[in-house]
């Protein structure tokens, strides 16, 4: 039996876009990668595809996927991201962006996007380092880095974004790496699939301002890939001792651990989302309104006012 | 007080016995109450106004409001006439005083022969001024024991309504109507406590006291009941009509008001406008409704218009349509958020980064609040690039009455144009306006636009080369420039040529006309117009500024290091006209029509 004509597959081909400006070796190749594979498995109609993202190296995103996108201004993706997905349910909007841009000058807005729990992916490509204007110190890079802004070594605790978005209130918060492609593809399904705010952390090494960073969380470098044992949830003795997601206290225990720390799915809990809940508002408006129309609308509150 | 035929006498003494007794016919007073902002002052003033617009009167209010939280002294002033009101009144006719206080801070705002109304259980001191005429009535005291003994002073702002209405002659039967249509929403014993109030005040024998009493007439026209609102008011309505459906702010006086109105009255309209956590996030969500497909708005008053300058250069280049309302107020920083301003003139126009040209347009009076509102989302979807309203705090909260728009006409349905786009669709075409296609729009040719803050060609690319930044500025600029060629001359006012054109923009308008009205009286030749579009100005003021010898442009901004206001510096960068001066102040107080007159001659002379 023939399929249909229009329901002709969405291929990586057609999901690439112009060739990504991307240092050789750069993890975010895996990052885009791993996307276009998830993509393929989801089968969304391309023209509803939306990938949004504000400025760095990661931020280049949008330029390499080809769908709608939005290249927009340094740290207000999210707020940008927002606009789309609670005007627009039809469409499966994504946003991109490093940790300088997430978690330094767009910090306030995640712990907002995580709190309205606004249904869109956000997947953040952490280096530790300000790459794009070629190596200062970003809010992850650990005490005792040396970048330009820190000769001597950085002085100021690094923010810890697990327990940033834990704490936030953001309904799905995972944590991966760029090495880890099948992982990393397991984790961005679930982030997707999850209705509400969902957050990707993925360690993703600069290997011209910071290389090797991330070495001992990949087994080929000599590290440990340690994986979160979720819960099954088959009454299992040794299913107690198992990490439930939905345990938001042992999601931050998680956040805790000392780095590399570990990989997976750290807290998912579904709430109902700002676009329900603003759509619940919407339609018992409307409701009591009626088919009024937008000059019977008008009208009826200038009414009010003579 | 212009007040016809009845009373020729002389009303300087002090003592009520000395004035004329029977009813006096006024053309049009100006009532001020002053008193504290808990008081229910701006409710008196707002029943009146409403009247007032039910009652073919002309009306035109002026409040100050503390920037505290709760308390400090406030007033209302209304200005009711049965001809045309253009401005709240230089002075009052009648002074409502509850404090010692507010009585010392007012009572050099009446005019000669002007009555003063006191709370006697408050106001202890009383000025021996001649020509002021006073009356002790006490406020306090009466209003508690009318409610019934308790010793709340609440409904104090009802019984000086009650009052009013009966000193002046006032319609009661329509003015209890609005009462109840107010306090009946609340709650029967606040409705009943109002009516008891209101009541008294009716009841006191405030014609014995003066020995006469007023009569307000009633305005020629007829028959249709007027819009009472203020500005704030209608910029949310004219929003509405002009087809915004989403939009996002973070609250900031005067502004606010319009984001809670467009937070409640949107989802009415299938619409949802959204609480940002800060000015940044509110325009980036806003540019995220406008590149959805949507018309948007986004708003704020002086600081917080700073802080979304980064976003609004970012629509300039990626040309995305979004309206920004500023409601100014005085600043710089948080200076005075509670007073007029027009300050921001220069900001609206250059104050993002690179050269981000984009439309400023003012709107002149309240009425005008709710067309410029209209205007403002048609310009941002025909130009796809950032509106600026300039509205200001003086507009946003004072009440006037006007025709209900004919909405059938003017109401756009904003439509999500998602139609599938070409192989050789160009987001930025170099002959003509941009049209994007919003996400969810199917590409022909198989390849999807990035909208993006990067110099790009006419496919969206982003490109660095040199003749494509060159171009593609030109582009950007071209396109408001366009707009500019499509506007006509703005209407002069007044004389057509002679002495002294007076130019303004923004809410001086009443007060501008009513001077030319003055001057021409005392034999002037004074003519006036006002621009609404600023950015881009229509073309051929010259040829206006021509026939007059002195061109004098009015504003409420500082005058700068060169001696120019801010819409000065702009007509003399623009015409290198030197008969161009200015007339400035930051009192941070609206014009009074005197102020303007006296101003105006000593800069001409």
Same mark, same amino acid.
């Given at each position: 039996m023939s399929a249909p004509a229009e329901t002709k597959k969405l291929t990586k081909k057609d999901l690439t876009a112009d060739h990504p400006t991307w240092c050789p070796g750069c993890g975010d190749f895996a990052v885009l990668a791993a996307f276009f594979k998830v993509l393929e498995k989801l089968q969304f109609p391309h023209e509803k595809i939306c990938t949004i993202a504000g400025i760095g190296c990661s931020s280049r995103f949008p330029y390499f996927?080809?769908?709608? &996108?939005?290249?927009?201004?340094?740290?207000?993706?999210?707020?940008?991201?927002? &606009?789309?997905?609670?005007?627009?349910?039809?469409?499966?909007?994504?946003?991109?962006g490093g940790d300088g841009d997430g978690y330094s000058i767009g910090g306030n807005h995640l712990d907002h996007a995580a709190r309205k729990n606004v249904n869109l992916t956000y997947v953040v490509m952490d280096n530790f380092v300000?790459?794009?204007?070629?190596?200062?110190?970003?809010?992850?890079?650990?005490?005792?880095?040396?970048?330009k802004t820190d000769p001597t070594g950085a002085i100021d605790q690094p923010i810890n974004p697990m327990k940033k978005l834990v704490y936030g209130g953001a309904s799905f918060v995972a944590r991966t790496h760029a090495t880890q492609v099948k992982h990393m593809m397991s984790v961005f399904e679930r982030a997707i699939q999850h209705p509400g705010f969902s957050v990707v952390e993925v360690l993703s090494e600069? =290997?011209?301002?910071? *290389?090797?960073?991330?070495?001992?969380?990949?087994?080929?470098?000599?590290? +440990?890939?340690?994986?979160?044992?979720?819960?099954?949830?088959?009454?299992?003795?040794?299913?107690?001792?198992?990490?439930? =997601?939905?345990? &938001?206290?042992?999601?931050?225990?998680?956040? %805790?651990?000392?780095? *590399?720390?570990? #990989?997976?799915?750290?807290?998912? $809990?579904?709430r109902p989302t700002k676009n329900q809940l603003e759509q619940q508002w919407i339609d018992s408006t409307k409701e009591k309104v009626g088919d009024a129309s937008t000059a019977d609308l008008l009208s009826a509150r200038f009414a009010s006012m003579k | 007080?212009?007040?016809?035929?009845?009373?020729?006498?002389? /009303?300087?003494? /002090? %003592? *009520?016995?000395?004035?004329?007794?029977?009813?006096?016919?006024?053309?049009?007073?100006?009532?001020? #109450?002053?008193?504290?902002?808990?008081?229910?002052?701006?409710?008196?003033?707002?029943?009146?106004?409403?009247?007032?617009?039910?009652?073919a009167r002309e009306v035109m209010t002026y409040m100050t409001i503390p920037s505290t939280i709760s308390g400090g002294a406030s007033i209302f002033q209304v200005h009711l006439g049965s001809g045309e009101v253009l401005s709240a009144g230089d002075e009052s006719d009648f002074l409502f005083a509850f404090y010692q206080d507010s009585y010392n801070n007012h009572i050099s705002s009446l005019k000669e022969g002007g009555i003063c109304i006191y709370d006697s259980d408050h106001v202890e001191e009383i000025q021996k001024i001649p020509g002021i005429v006073h009356v002790a009535i006490p406020i306090t005291s009466t209003t508690v024991e009318a409610i019934g003994g308790s010793s709340r002073d609440r409904g104090k702002n009802i019984f000086v309504l009650g009052l009013v209405t009966q000193l002046f002659s006032l319609n009661r039967d329509k003015l209890i109507t609005l009462v109840e249509k107010q306090f009946g929403r609340k709650s029967e014993d606040v409705l009943r406590n109002a009516m008891l109030a209101f009541d008294a005040g009716y009841a006191y024998p405030i014609g014995d006291l003066l020995g006469r009493e007023f009569d307000l007439k009633e305005g020629a026209a007829k028959g249709e009941d007027k819009v009472t609102t203020d500005g704030n008011t209608a910029m949310t309505m004219g929003l509405l009509a002009g087809g915004v459906r989403y939009g996002s702010g973070y609250p900031i006086t005067p502004w606010s008001t319009i984001m809670e109105q467009l937070r409640s009255e949107l989802p009415k309209y299938?619409?949802?406008?959204?609480?940002?956590?800060? +000015?940044?996030s509110a325009v980036s969500m806003a540019l995220g409704f406008a590149y959805s497909g949507h018309t948007s708005v986004t708003g704020s008053s002086g600081p917080g218009l700073s802080l979304k300058m980064e976003a609004l250069s970012y629509a300039t280049m990626a040309e995305l349509p979004i309206v920004v309302i500023n409601v100014q107020r005085g600043g710089p920083s948080t200076g005075l958020p509670t007073s007029v301003e027009q300050s921001d003139l220069m900001q609206a126009i250059y104050g993002s980064h690179g050269d981000s040209p984009r439309i400023v347009i003012a709107p002149k009076n309240v009425e005008d609040c709710f067309y410029v509102g209209v205007e403002a989302c048609q310009l941002a979807r025909e130009y796809s690039c950032p509106v600026l309203v300039l509205t200001d705090q003086a507009l946003a909260t004072r009440i006037e009455a006007f025709s209900q728009p004919d909405l059938e006409k003017i109401v756009v349905e904003p439509v999500l144009d998602q139609d599938a786009r070409g192989e050789d669709f160009k987001p930025y075409p170099i002959d003509g306006l941009t049209k994007h296609a919003p996400p969810g729009t199917e590409m022909e040719g198989g390849k999807y636009p990035v909208v993006t803050g990067l110099e790009h060609d006419e496919w969206g690319h982003p490109s660095g080369n040199p003749d494509v930044h060159a171009k593609m500025n030109a582009r950007r600029r071209d396109k408001v420039k366009a707009f500019g060629e499509t506007l006509s001359l703005p209407e002069v006012y007044?004389?057509?040529?002679?002495? =002294?054109?007076?130019?303004?923009?923004?809410?001086?308008?009443?007060?501008?006309?009513?001077?030319?009205?003055?001057?021409?009286?005392? &034999?002037?030749?004074?003519?006036?117009?006002?621009?609404?579009?600023? $950015? *881009?100005?229509?073309?051929?003021?010259?040829?206006?500024?021509?026939?007059?010898?002195?061109?004098?442009? =009015?504003?409420?901004n500082d005058e700068g290091l060169y001696g120019n206001g801010q819409l000065a510096t702009l007509l003399r960068s623009r015409y290198c006209d030197p008969k161009i001066v200015s007339v400035c102040k930051t009192d941070g107080l609206t014009y009074k029509v005197r102020e303007i007159i006296e101003r105006i001659d000593g800069v001409i002379a």
């Open positions: 996927v080809n769908g709608h &996108g939005v290249h927009f201004i340094h740290g207000r993706a999210l707020p940008l991201a927002t &606009g789309v997905s609670l005007s627009r349910p039809d469409l499966h909007v994504f946003a991109f300000y790459g794009l204007t070629k190596k200062q110190t970003s809010p992850t890079s650990p005490t005792g880095f040396k970048s600069c =290997v011209v301002f910071y *290389p090797g960073i991330f070495d001992d969380g990949n087994p080929r470098k000599g590290g +440990e890939f340690d994986i979160i044992d979720e819960k099954v949830g088959d009454g299992s003795p040794e299913d107690e001792g198992r990490h439930d =997601v939905t345990d &938001g206290n042992a999601a931050y225990e998680l956040a %805790s651990l000392q780095y *590399p720390g570990k #990989f997976g799915v750290f807290y998912q $809990n579904e | 007080m212009s007040v016809s035929a009845t009373s020729g006498a002389s /009303e300087t003494s /002090e %003592s *009520p016995s000395n004035i004329p007794e029977g009813v006096t016919e006024l053309q049009d007073a100006v009532i001020r #109450f002053a008193g504290n902002s808990q008081d229910g002052i701006q409710t008196i003033g707002g029943f009146l106004a409403r009247l007032a617009g039910r009652s299938g619409g949802l406008f959204v609480q940002a956590e800060d +000015e940044l007044g004389d057509e040529s002679g002495e =002294v054109l007076i130019v303004g923009w923004g809410s001086t308008w009443g007060p501008i006309r009513e001077s030319v009205n003055r001057l021409r009286d005392a &034999g002037r030749k004074v003519g006036t117009f006002h621009l609404r579009h600023i $950015n *881009p100005m229509p073309n051929g003021l010259e040829t206006i500024f021509e026939k007059f010898d002195h061109v004098v442009v =009015v504003e409420m």
